[in-house]
């Protein structure tokens, strides 16, 4: 994120600003507990300018040392109509009201120059949360089954055209259905369906397992349907398709883009399970599966602190063997939670996390 020339609040003194300018159009953070300033950064700007790109993780960022606590502080003026959203230009001041930090924020606006013709504006989209086009992109090609009995629910390729074992784009493919096709698993001739092939599984630390990864393949077209037969024109296809590979509707990968980055209000511990790509190690901007979900009461945008254990050390006067504290080495937010998994971005990562970091509510 590019600096921002402006006048920086001392972490000692930070006068206040006339608020009356913003009373009609402001957004204020809601007033935080003594101390408070100690959550701002002592080189936070006193006003920021919102630019194309910026994420509401970054912005943040830019005033608190940790960016997951800014909607705790977020408080709605109801004279905005539509408060949650921050656009490019907008102009956000760090204020003190009544002896803690608070936001005002100045709408930004358009000006378009009169002339003899018809001017439309250009169209104006909010800053995200996080970099959208990263996690759907990766929710195009993955998604989550709650078990493997739900396999078993699923219609599946039996055959390729002319007897080919394996099909890509523009051929035609025969699958069968299943007794329990119906519902949302429903094929139905000229609809869209996808191609999936099974991932990897995902158990808790106690062997119980908490759902099945499928990998997107490609593609394909209802053509026509015989009793349990289904035929299939496959449109697009990232690799081939092979005999058992499942057929199943779209899924709704639509994500809200107007959620919070806010830790979670229960007190929840679990384990960073694996990178869908199937390395071990993981950095910032990666996606990550977790082992909790809705059912644990996540939601889109919920952050979690990533720890990594700390050393064993031998005792210089026993020798003993002893396990040094485990240290918080990085931050991930949910974005699409599933009944026992998660999907998360990692937001931020002090060291290289790895597959089996515990991870846990902020403190």
């Not at 921002?4 to 001392?10: A, D, G, I, V």
């Not at 074992?165 to 329990?180: C, K, N, P, V």
């Not at 031998?314 to 998660?342: C, H, W």
Request: aromatic letters at 6%; hydrophobic letters at 40%; a negative charge.
């Amino acid at each position: 994120m590019k600096p921002h020339s402006c006048k920086l609040f001392s972490s000692i003194h930070r006068a206040p600003l006339a608020l009356g300018v913003f009373s009609v159009v402001g957004l204020l953070l809601a007033p935080m507990q003594v101390n408070a300033w100690e959550r701002v950064r002592d080189n936070a700007p006193s006003q920021y300018t919102v630019s194309k790109g910026d994420t509401l993780w970054d912005i943040a960022g830019e005033f608190l040392h940790s960016p997951w606590q800014w909607p705790e502080l977020w408080r709605v003026n109801p004279q905005i109509g539509d408060p949650h959203l921050i656009y490019p230009g907008d102009h956000l001041n760090l204020d003190d009201c009544q002896g803690s930090p608070c936001i005002v924020m100045e709408r930004g606006q358009q000006t378009v120059k009169l002339s003899p013709q018809v001017r439309t504006l250009p169209h104006r989209e909010a800053i995200t949360p996080l970099p959208l086009e990263t996690v759907r992109a990766f929710l195009r090609d993955h998604r989550i089954v709650d078990s493997q009995d739900g396999l078993e629910e699923l219609a599946y390729v039996v055959a390729g055209d002319n007897q080919r074992l394996i099909s890509g784009a523009g051929d035609l493919i025969f699958a069968r259905s299943t007794d329990t096709d119906t519902g949302q698993n429903r094929i139905v001739r000229g609809e869209a369906v996808e191609i999936y092939r099974q991932g990897q599984p995902y158990q808790s630390a106690r062997g119980e397992m908490l759902g099945l990864e499928l990998i997107k393949i490609g593609d394909a077209v209802v053509a026509r349907r015989e009793g349990d037969i289904i035929q299939l024109d496959v449109r697009r296809a990232n690799q081939e398709v092979r005999n058992d590979d499942l057929i199943l509707p779209p899924e709704d990968a639509t994500l809200d883009d107007n959620f919070m980055p806010r830790a979670p209000l229960a007190q929840l511990t679990g384990t960073l399970l694996a990178v869908p790509e199937g390395v071990r190690f993981i950095g910032r901007l990666q996606v990550v599966a977790i082992d909790l979900g809705s059912r644990d009461g996540l939601q889109p945008g919920h952050v979690l602190s990533i720890d990594q254990a700390g050393e064993r050390v031998n005792d210089p006067r026993t020798q003993e063997v002893l396990q040094m504290p485990a240290e918080e080495a990085g931050l991930l937010m949910v974005f699409k939670p599933y009944d026992n998994i998660s999907y998360a971005l990692v937001m931020e990562a002090s060291r290289t996390l790895e597959v089996g970091d515990p991870v846990r509510t902020p403190r």
